[in-house]
């Protein structure tokens, strides 16, 4: 029986030898089979850490220590009340009588971007760039002075990083923290500057989404990363001058690695910066990678190399996340500042939120030829109407009342 089996198995391996076709459909499906078991090995194994854990109130308690606390606010009156279309304010970037405005002057973060081209430079100076304290261009190449790229002659991707590094800390003096990131990524800074508000920034701390390869750990550029003030200067004390960061690293498209190695060798490391429920903040894939289960193929690095591993799908993303990367175009990322910054799905009840728009200025000095002219307009666009023109009116006072009466309800 067993000399059967033996010669069956035989007899099979040489005719998928002989077939190319089979041989190729059998060896691409124990491929995908081997890949998934390795992925389910991955989720379930002790080496993956996705434990939750609770909640530490540490921005609460820093509130706390300077006399503060948040309180929720109504959007109806802090957005509406008391403005109308001429308001320059009301799509400001920074509001700085809001919670993210006392942030934004209380904690200063430089922004550092290696853009790719002058495109993508207009694109993060126009939209989440504004954000930032101070924005910051470097390229090693070329320089844009209608877009403020600064020209760092640099041989490696380290060198160059080392000496924005150099830039930063001699031309901005009271600055917290510096956030890198490609000028594909999105970056939300009110949300870093609300996770880190309880750090000290003059101590060292290196933020983002930690790997390991070739042994050394270190915060993956993908994802964005940032370091303390304190970091930084005890990294310039070992990198003394723009020459000597040339030293510090060999190859180009490796300077988050060899940043790692050298914070290593100074006592300084990555940390976990996922949220209390293991959700990542800094994440280094698009949304429409990490939202859909299964979008980051699981022969990715992220499932090998990430120390702390986030789930993909719905539960892939802190509410408080801090970076998306892999946005494929500059429109996408005007979408995104739209959603993140503009957009305001309103609740029911508004007195001043849903108060409609007034009507158009009637034209003076018409004759009356014109004036005919623009009621016959009128009219006929009045037609092509499926509700009355002036329903709004008919009705106000009783909207005014009802809208009025859960209002004063809410205060």
């Given at each position: 029986m067993i000399r059967w089996l033996r010669k069956l198995v035989w007899s099979s391996l040489i005719h998928?030898?002989?077939?190319?076709?089979?041989?190729?459909?059998?060896?691409?499906?124990?491929?995908?089979?081997?890949?998934?078991?390795?992925?389910?090995?991955?989720?379930?194994?002790?080496?993956?850490?996705t434990v939750k854990y609770s909640y530490d109130f540490a921005y609460e308690k820093w509130l706390y220590s300077k006399n503060l606390y948040s309180k929720n606010v109504n959007p109806d009156l802090t957005r509406y009340k008391h403005k109308n279309g001429t308001d320059q304010n009301i799509e400001a970037p920074v509001k700085l009588e809001s919670e993210a405005g006392f942030l934004f002057q209380t904690i200063s973060v430089v922004c550092i971007v290696f853009p790719s081209g002058p495109d993508w430079a207009a694109t993060v100076r126009d939209t989440w760039g504004k954000h930032c304290n101070h924005l910051?261009?470097?390229?090693?190449?070329?320089?844009?002075?209608?877009?403020?790229?600064?020209?760092?002659?640099?041989?490696?991707?380290?060198?160059?990083?080392?000496?924005?590094?150099?830039?930063?800390?001699?031309?901005?003096?009271?600055?917290?923290?510096?956030?890198?990131?490609?000028?594909?990524?999105?970056?939300?800074?009110?949300?870093?500057r609300y996770y880190t508000?309880?750090?000290?920034?003059?101590?060292?701390?290196?933020?983002?989404?930690?790997?390991?390869?070739?042994?050394?750990?270190?915060?993956?550029?993908?994802?964005?990363?940032?370091?303390?003030?304190?970091?930084?200067?005890?990294?310039?004390t070992k990198f003394g001058t723009k020459d000597q960061c040339e030293s510090g690293g060999k190859y180009w498209k490796n300077g988050d690695w060899y940043l790692g190695k050298h914070l290593h060798d100074l006592g300084i490391d990555p940390v976990d910066t996922r949220d209390e429920q293991g959700k990542g903040r800094f994440n280094g894939y698009s949304f429409r990678k990490l939202l859909f289960p299964g979008?980051?193929?699981?022969?990715?690095?992220?499932?090998?190399?990430?120390?702390?591993?986030?789930?993909?799908?719905?539960?892939?993303?802190?509410?408080?996340?801090?970076?998306?990367?892999?946005?494929?175009?500059?429109?996408?990322?005007?979408?995104?500042?739209?959603?993140?910054?503009?957009?305001r799905p309103f609740y029911s009840g508004g007195k001043y939120g849903n108060v409609p728009a007034p009507p158009p200025l009637k034209t003076p000095h018409l004759t009356w030829e014109e004036k005919l002219k623009e009621e016959e307009l009128e009219n006929m666009f009045n037609s092509l109407l499926t509700t009355p023109p002036n329903m709004m009116e008919k009705h106000v006072h009783d909207l005014d009342e009802i809208f009025g009466k859960r209002f004063h309800q809410k205060v």
């Open positions: 998928l030898a002989k077939d190319q076709k089979t041989l190729f459909g059998v060896s691409f499906l124990f491929g995908m089979l081997l890949a998934v078991l390795f992925h389910n090995k991955q989720e379930s194994g002790d080496t993956v850490e910051r261009f470097y390229h090693p190449k070329t320089e844009n002075n209608s877009l403020d790229i600064r020209k760092l002659q640099s041989k490696s991707d380290f060198g160059l990083l080392c000496s924005s590094f150099h830039e930063v800390q001699a031309e901005v003096a009271d600055y917290d923290w510096i956030l890198v990131s490609t000028d594909d990524t999105f970056v939300i800074p009110e949300n870093f508000a309880h750090m000290n920034s003059s101590e060292t701390h290196y933020l983002g989404h930690a790997m390991r390869f070739w042994n050394t750990v270190y915060n993956w550029k993908d994802a964005g990363f940032a370091v303390s003030k304190g970091t930084v200067e005890k990294l310039l979008a980051v193929s699981i022969f990715e690095r992220y499932w090998k190399d990430s120390l702390y591993l986030s789930k993909d799908g719905p539960q892939c993303c802190s509410n408080f996340a801090v970076t998306f990367h892999g946005i494929l175009s500059t429109s996408k990322i005007y979408q995104l500042e739209y959603l993140f910054y503009h957009l």
